[in-house]
């Protein structure tokens, strides 16, 4: 049986921003591991945005150990001996509720991911508790994704609630609908929906959501001006790679012969009709599509 979040059977990020807020409701701090650019970003903005909590994002491959116990002062205690305390550093909030975002916690050392378990099991940093209503969230890429993920700590992988997460083709499709991504991008995708997520990263640049979103914001750019006819295919390979790029930009020329549905439905007999046969059967499945009522 496959179960929600496994391997077999990945959640997609509304899926995953739903795991977060459950988990959290129990006072655990959730672990969304997947491959570079799927979103798990993205959900945590959304339940914070959806909760009313601002996200403080911390890249864990970035800090130290002391970044968390903090530096050591010295002060007289009571009866005039000289003691050290921890600082705790200003990066951390105490003094309103928030979402804390400990990313890239595989790629941390093993240093720092020890300094982190404070946070993960007590939701303190320093041993000051964080404001109340504050929730504990992490994630990491996977081993495969060539991303530097080490091996989580036993104890840490204890007292973390652990999902996997990816993306399909249509919840992406919905998502790049709603948030302005550009129509070339989403025909392509719906298209091709193997093009979405690379299954190999070796290459300089792969295709995943986020860098098809960088490629729609650079022919967005294009159409207003801002990025020449000349370097457009430079952008698009450096985002999703030569290959990607030049079946996407080859595509996007033959987009350009093809009729909207808007033209066939309004002026018919000014509509374009594409020369080669693939572009007619699509165009074919458009419109039969649209009768079904089942949006593209």
């Known amino acids: 049986m496959s179960i929600l979040g496994s391997e077999t059977m990945p959640m997609d990020p ?21 491959p570079p650019g799927v979103g798990k970003t993205d959900c945590i903005h959304q339940l914070g945005k959806k909760l009313g909590l601002p996200v403080f994002t911390r890249l864990l491959s970035q800090y130290e150990p002391s970044d968390f116990v903090g530096l050591p002062h010295i002060y007289d205690d009571s009866k005039g001996r000289k003691r050290t305390k921890f600082a705790v550093p200003e990066a951390f909030d105490f003094d309103r509720p928030h979402i804390l975002f400990l ?6 050392d ?16 320093g041993g000051i508790p964080l404001a109340p209503g504050s929730r504990v969230v992490a994630a990491s890429n996977r081993r495969k994704d060539r991303a530097g993920v080490t091996d989580i700590l036993g104890h840490n992988k204890s ?6 997460v ?25 298209h ?47 985002c999703v790679g030569s290959v990607e790029g030049g079946a996407f930009l080859q595509f996007r020329e033959t987009l350009e012969e093809r009729p909207t549905m808007k033209e066939i439905v309004e002026t018919p007999a000014a509509a374009k009709i594409p020369k080669k046969h693939p572009d007619q059967t699509q165009v074919a499945a458009m419109v039969l599509s649209n009768l079904e009522g089942v949006s593209m």
């Open 103 to 108: 990313d890239e916690f595989a790629q941390a």
């Open 14 to 34: 509304n899926e995953a921003a739903c795991f977060v807020e459950q988990v959290t409701n129990i006072n655990r701090t959730p672990f969304l591991v997947g």
């Open 110 to 125: 093993v240093a720092v991911q020890r300094a982190a378990s404070e946070i993960v099991l007590q939701h303190t940093v």
């Open 192 to 238: 091709r929906g193997e093009s979405l997520l690379a299954k190999d990263t070796k290459g300089d640049s792969y295709p995943c959501p986020r860098t098809w979103v960088a490629v729609s914001d650079a022919i967005i750019a294009h159409i207003a001006g801002a990025v020449t006819e000349r370097m457009l295919p430079a952008i698009v390979a450096g």
């Open 166 to 190: 990816s993306v399909n083709r249509d919840q992406w499709l919905a998502w790049g609908g709603a948030n302005g991504v550009d129509l070339s991008v989403l025909a392509y995708i719906s």
């Open 159 to 164: 007292r973390l609630v652990t999902a996997q």
